[in-house]
């Protein structure tokens, strides 16, 4: 008998056996009624079911594993908007503790209780801030000299995050771009002062630099820096771009002066969603203190239950990554990070040393110093290699894993290299695993008896300087 109260794709529909299932997704246009929630869910799902595991994918800087708890807070602090201040204070306070803790692991010599930052979805925006502030008080500075504001300019190498391009396009602030070089392989301090001139804001070393894993020597530039602002009368600051090193530095290397610690660094930027060990989206901005931080960037409200000050581009944002990011600091304290940063560390200096037994690959550099680092194909196998890093890159998606390949910036650009980034997640036997992997791709890639369509096309290309890794045909995937 038939069940008069049947509607298709209600709950009684198994989701399998709805119409639903039988029709594409919406592509473009919204569907006329609703469907039920198992199916809507499915289909979402589903969309997504076939990439690859987080964990897997050794390209991102970005955190893939948090615990139980981490993720029970943060998932149930999903509905609350970071910047009603008003309803939920704590989480401003909470924020405020965030920044104060950062600061501090960074040698802030700030006295005041709450120290000058701002919360970001990423690096990226925390970036912007600092690099806004610079612009801002060199426009004061030269405005109040009566000195022209038309023409501003930064320094930095030409290893920088895409993030560095959007603020020069979209704030039209001149990028000046350091090479990199054999010779010079992070920012070369004394080719970046050549760039500066009295339109410098200020020039952003980088600390865990995208391309390669290594670190510009900040205070090699802030002693430079020092005796040509002497000389030429400027005061140029450095804002640190440390989106990995920012919470590595401090566990592993505490030693190291990159920080507030010299002299010129007014402001530094980090990814919470990186080695902050927190999901995304979350970054740090630090000024050294308060009068860094120019009274324009700060805007009020008063619709929000009471006048609250706030600094960012966005104004909505997720309040929980700032719970999870509290947590961290909680549950782990600074023996946990540097444990953790330790055990990625450690294992990226395995993985380096597993990679240069292979017969094909060579690391770019002798020393790991944060927990990523890249290799080639050595020229002489090059030569006579049928298949390229690329090719390998394909192997290993095939067996989940995503390890990227990609060429250098300019000057380096003839290099394909091959990156991996260890992060919390990450263990040695998992290492192990992909190191099986890489090493049955090779013998398959070893059978091949024709070329592989990357190889012909590297081929075709007019080798440069007499390199033989050109390959220009792959997007330059740095994230
Ligand atoms: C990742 C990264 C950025 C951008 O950070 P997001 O947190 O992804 O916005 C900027 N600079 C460097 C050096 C980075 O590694």
């Not at 966005?314 to 719970?323: C, D, G, H, K, V």
Request: net charge negative.
């Amino acid at each position: 008998m038939k069940d008069s109260s049947f509607r298709e794709g209600d709950a009684k529909t198994a989701i399998f056996g709805s119409n639903a299932m039988l029709h594409p997704a919406p592509v473009d246009v919204i569907p006329d009624g609703p469907t039920t929630p198992e199916i809507a869910y499915q289909m979402v799902k589903d969309e997504t079911y076939a990439q690859t595991q987080p964990r897997l994918n050794l390209a991102t800087f970005v955190t893939t594993w948090m615990d139980d708890y981490a993720t029970k807070l943060m998932n149930e602090a999903i509905n609350i908007n970071y910047i009603d201040e008003t309803e939920y204070p704590r989480i401003a306070v909470m924020n405020a503790k965030c920044i104060n803790i950062m600061a501090n692991l960074w040698n802030s010599p700030e006295q005041a209780q709450w120290k000058a930052g701002a919360l970001a979805i990423g690096s990226s925006e925390a970036c912007m801030l600092g690099g806004v502030a610079a612009w801002l008080r060199w426009r004061e500075k030269r405005l109040a000299q009566g000195k022209p504001v038309d023409k501003p300019n930064f320094v930095i190498s030409a290893g920088f995050q895409v993030v560095w391009e959007k603020f020069a396009q979209l704030w039209q602030i001149e990028m000046r771009q350091v090479p990199l070089t054999q010779e010079h392989i992070t920012l070369d301090p004394q080719d970046a002062l050549n760039m500066c001139d009295e339109n410098t804001i200020c020039i952003v070393p980088i600390q865990g630099v995208t391309w390669t894993g290594l670190n510009d020597d900040v205070e090699a530039l802030d002693a430079a820096l020092d005796a040509y602002n002497a000389k030429t009368g400027y005061d140029i600051p450095i804002h640190v771009d440390a989106a990995s090193g920012g919470f590595i530095l401090p566990f592993l290397k505490p030693e190291v002066k990159w920080d507030f610690r010299l002299k010129w660094v007014l402001s530094i930027s980090t990814s919470g969603h990186k080695y902050g060990l927190v999901y995304p989206g979350l970054g740090w901005v630090v000024w050294k203190d308060k009068k860094y931080l120019p009274g324009s960037m700060s805007f009020s409200v008063n619709y929000l239950g009471a006048n609250i000050t706030q600094v960012g581009l966005n104004f909505s944002r997720p309040a929980a990554q700032i719970l999870g990011q509290y947590y961290q600091f909680i549950r782990l304290g600074f023996q946990g990070y540097k444990e953790v940063q330790q055990n990625s560390l450690a294992i990226a200096d395995y993985l380096h040393a597993e990679i240069a037994k292979f017969a094909p690959f060579q690391n770019y550099s002798k020393e790991v110093v944060n927990p990523l680092f890249i290799w080639y194909l050595k020229p002489e196998y090059a030569k006579t290699a049928k298949w390229t890093l690329y090719d390998l890159q394909d192997k290993l998606k095939q067996s989940g894993w995503m390890v990227p390949a990609y060429t250098l910036p300019d000057n380096l650009e003839n290099w394909v290299v091959m990156r991996i980034v260890v992060r919390q997640g990450f263990s040695r036997d998992m290492a192990d695993q992909l190191l099986g992997d890489i090493s049955n791709a090779i013998a398959d890639l070893e059978k091949l008896e024709y070329p592989t369509p990357t190889r012909i096309a590297q081929d075709k290309q007019q080798p440069v300087k007499g390199s033989v890794f050109t390959h220009t045909g792959s997007p330059k995937s740095t994230k």
